[in-house]
């Protein structure tokens, strides 16, 4: 058997649809029913442009009108209209685009018509999401007469003429008991700055309350203050605007006007791509206040100045959602409803050329503005380390512009520290030097201020590298920078030695014995700095293993597990208390005050690692008591 037919839908099944799942939020309804007041003002300019319509009142204005006691939101355009055929054909039909058919046939005519939003036809049918019945009323720039439809949720519709004498159309929308939110003027005012404050032709929107009270309110007055109406949106945004155009007090105030911050932002990139991409936009880096705030990024995504949505990472990569900003794509591959964007290349493309806009403008401020970047860096640093953690391209086209900030407050680069890193001393370490440079860090400036002090006094420069992500982010550069090694300050003391020296196994033993640490391993050196008696190291892979795994169970909420980190007492052969500790155990028996020394010095070579804990201080504190009684 072979039979051939046509599909057909039928309207009662087809309007739950619309009305529960084809939008994403209900208060899309009035976004796609203003989008279509505009398209409509678009199509009748584009006609009087082309010279086939003339002697038109070109003041065109969209209005939305809220009367909470009529229950109603009528939005009113001065466009096109339609005559009856035309809403018999575009608004019985479902999913007919007037809007398409009206590109197809004037797309060689002029290339206005990139203006219009809709082409798919189910935006008028949005306003069922919140009203059980939807009257329309309009008038076409013909001469053909006006209509009134009116239409139910259960599909059924009702066709005549109308008295309107205006050229345009009027959507009135009869809000349901369920729905009466949208009735209130603070909501509706939001839903149009959401998704209309960008369109191109002014929106104002009138409540029938405020009407009221103005009336009354100059009727017992003498006489009336008049007050010009305000359109609520911006029908020439920043980013239609050419770059050299703009001020930098513009830049400043729209950022302010659309992300209600007070801050101002470090700098902006004005974005103005044409073929083949055909993207505008401002991204501006924020400054940031605290260790959160670059969780709280927000990119506002338009098609054709409609606000799509927030953040949409097939557009905007993870590691660029902390920017703020506007992009306005004309050519996205949106689902029907508009809420939602469908991946291929064109979104590809455009996330790949703001990456490079991105690494472009960091390049350039290095450049052309260093002062003002080393200003920038401790807001950028976070940013920057975090994308270059999570895209290597990025990191390939901004790690000779990653800035590093030294204990003495300076800001350089990988290569400037290497140029300017100390010569090691001797043959062996110069030897060593050669086939690994090695980065000196300190991640407390405070806690490792010993370090600090003692590197510092041989001329070894140390940057400060003091955030969570800095662990990721220096085996990173490991992992692509050839031969070079980042080492903390207390990881080990080479660069502090001026010489190696023999073991002395008693000594040794005294301070394994009072650190109560079997596993502490004990080494002998000659130090530069003969002041300092000893100094506690962490081995550096050990501790970092042991802080990544820190994080991964806090991440993963598992009860935190001590990982056992290789710490090396370094005794400074050099300093007194030491050389006299080695006279006191080359006698058989170790005196109490050999033991309270060792245990005084190994105290203070911890505290210069770390916080101690309640019952070492306290063993801390007796010890100095009764070292300060035998004085």
């Not at 010095?601 to 916080?611: E, H, K, N, P, S």
Request: hydrophobic content about 35%; glycine content about 4%.
């Amino acid at each position: 058997m072979s039979e051939k037919g046509e599909i057909t839908v039928q309207t009662q099944h087809i309007f739950p649809v619309i009305k529960r799942w084809l939008y994403s939020d209900k208060d899309i309804f009035l976004r796609e029913i203003v989008s279509n007041a505009c398209d409509a003002i678009t199509k009748l300019k584009h006609l009087v442009s082309i010279g086939q319509v003339s002697g038109i009142d070109e003041d065109y204005r969209v209005t939305v009108t809220v009367d909470k006691q009529a229950k109603t939101i009528c939005v009113t355009d001065n466009g096109i209209g339609m005559s009856a055929e035309e809403v018999k054909k575009y608004i019985n039909q479902i999913a007919l685009s007037g809007a398409l058919e009206f590109v197809e046939k004037y797309e060689n005519n002029n290339d206005d018509n990139d203006g219009i939003i809709g082409h798919f036809g189910l935006g008028f049918y949005s306003a069922f999401m919140v009203s059980d019945t939807v009257e329309l009323q309009t008038k076409s720039y013909t001469d053909a007469p006006a209509v009134k439809w009116i239409g139910s949720d259960e599909g059924e519709f009702e066709l005549t003429d109308s008295d309107q004498t205006d050229r345009g159309t009027s959507v009135i929308m009869h809000i349901t008991d369920e729905e009466s939110a949208f009735l209130e003027k603070s909501t509706v005012l939001q839903i149009l700055n959401k998704y209309c404050s960008f369109l191109p032709y002014p929106i104002y929107a009138v409540f029938t309350e405020d009407e009221k009270e103005k009336k009354e309110s100059a009727e017992s007055s003498d006489a009336e203050e008049k007050t010009e109406a305000k359109p609520i949106n911006d029908t020439e945004p920043l980013w239609q605007k050419n770059p050299s155009q703009c001020t930098p007090e513009e830049y400043a105030e729209f950022y302010r006007k659309v992300f209600n911050d007070y801050r101002e932002p470090l700098f902006h990139i004005h974005i103005n791509a044409d073929y083949p991409l055909n993207f505008k936009g401002i991204l501006y880096f924020p400054r940031i206040g605290n260790a959160y705030d670059s969780l709280e990024g927000q990119v506002k995504l338009y098609y054709n100045r409609v606000f799509v949505a927030d953040n949409i990472k097939e557009v905007i990569p993870e590691y660029l959602l902390m920017l703020k900003g506007v992009l306005d794509c004309p050519e996205l591959p949106l689902n029907v409803s508009r809420s939602y964007l469908q991946s291929n290349t064109y979104v590809a493309k455009v996330s790949a050329h703001i990456v490079k806009k991105v690494c472009d403008k960091l390049n350039s401020l290095y450049d052309t503005d260093l002062e003002h970047y080393k200003e920038y860096w401790d807001d950028l640093k976070t940013f920057v380390k975090y994308a270059c953690i999570r895209d290597h391209k990025f990191y390939e086209k901004v790690k000779n512009v990653v800035l590093y900030k030294t204990v003495d407050g300076e800001y350089v680069t990988l290569t400037d520290y290497l140029k300017t890193a100390r010569e090691a001393s001797d043959s062996e370490q110069k030897q060593e030097s050669a086939k690994e440079k090695i980065v000196y860090y300190t991640t407390d400036t405070t806690q490792q201020a010993v370090y600090i002090n003692m590197f510092r006094s041989q001329g070894i420069s140390v940057v400060v590298l003091d955030e969570m992500i800095d662990n990721n982010f220096i085996t990173v550069l490991e992992q692509n920078e050839k031969n070079i090694r980042f080492m903390r300050i207390d990881s080990s003391a080479d660069a502090l030695k001026d010489a190696d020296s023999s073991e002395n196994t008693a000594l040794k033993d005294l301070f394994v014995r009072v650190s109560k640490n079997d596993k502490l391993k004990v080494s002998f050196t000659a130090l530069k700095d003969e002041k300092i008696p000893a100094l506690l190291n962490i081995e550096e892979q050990s501790r970092r293993f042991a802080e990544m795994m820190k994080m991964y169970q806090t991440a993963n909420k598992q009860p935190l597990q001590q990982f056992p980190e290789e710490a090396t007492l370094v005794l400074n052969t050099s300093n007194a208390l030491i050389k006299r500790l080695e006279q006191e155990c080359s006698s058989d028996k170790t005196s109490d005050t050999a033991e309270m020394m060792a245990k005084q010095i190994y105290t203070l070579a911890l505290v210069g690692q770390r916080q101690l804990s309640a019952e070492e201080l306290s063993e801390f504190l007796t010890n100095s008591f009764d070292i300060l009684q035998k004085l």
